[in-house]
C-alpha cells in the first residue's frame, strides 16, 4: 500500500517522517518529489518570468505540465495521503484532491502549529488531524486493518 506524503519542498520533516515511516512500515512511502529541492519553484518562477511568461502561461508550459502529471500520477495512485505541515496551498490541494477521490486524508501538525493554537475548522475534511509520528503509525495500521490486507503493513520488530 502507497502513502503519499505531501508537504513543502522547504520542510526538512518530511524527509525525517518518511525515512521514520519506511523503517517501521511496510507501506510504499511516496515523497520524491522531495528531490526537486527546496528552491525549485522559486527557480521555475524565475524562469518563466525572464521568459516574459504569465503565471497563467507558465502553468500551461512543458515544466508545469510534467511536474503536475508526475504528482497527479502518484495522488491517483496512493491509497493514502498525509498532509506534513508547514505546507502551503499546494499541498492542501492535494489533500483535498485525495480526500475529493474518497481516500483516507490526514493532517499531520507541526510544534509551530500547535504553539500557535490556531484553529481552522476545514481541517475537518481531513479524516484525522495528528500530533505525532506514532498516530500516523497507527491510523495506516488501521487502514491495513479495515482492508483485510494483513501482509500489506506490519510493524517491524
Given at each position: 500500500m502507497k502513502l503519499y506524503l505531501i508537504g513543502s519542498l522547504r520542510n526538512e520533516g518530511v524527509l525525517s517522517l518518511g525515512e521514520h515511516l519506511r523503517k517501521e512500515t511496510d507501506w510504499d512511502i511516496?515523497?520524491?518529489?522531495?528531490?526537486?529541492?527546496?528552491?525549485?519553484?522559486?527557480?521555475?518562477?524565475?524562469?518563466?518570468?525572464?521568459r516574459g511568461r504569465s503565471y497563467g502561461q507558465a502553468l500551461q508550459g512543458h515544466a508545469a505540465t510534467h511536474v503536475f502529471e508526475f504528482d497527479k500520477h502518484h495522488l491517483d495512485t496512493c491509497d493514502a495521503a498525509l498532509l506534513v505541515l508547514p505546507a502551503g496551498r499546494s499541498g492542501h490541494l492535494e489533500l483535498g484532491y485525495c480526500v475529493g477521490l474518497g481516500k483516507p486524508g490526514?493532517?499531520?501538525?507541526?510544534?509551530?502549529?500547535?504553539?500557535?493554537?490556531r484553529f481552522d475548522v476545514m481541517y475537518r475534511f481531513a479524516d484525522a488531524v495528528l500530533t505525532d509520528k506514532e498516530q500516523v503509525i497507527e491510523e495506516l495500521e488501521t487502514i491495513t486493518r479495515l482492508?483485510?490486507?494483513?501482509t500489506a503493513m506490519s510493524l517491524r520488530g
Open positions: 511516496f515523497d520524491d518529489w522531495y528531490a526537486a529541492g527546496p528552491e525549485a519553484d522559486d527557480y521555475w518562477q524565475k524562469y518563466e518570468l525572464n490526514f493532517i499531520l501538525l507541526d510544534q509551530d502549529y500547535m504553539e500557535e493554537g482492508r483485510g490486507d494483513t
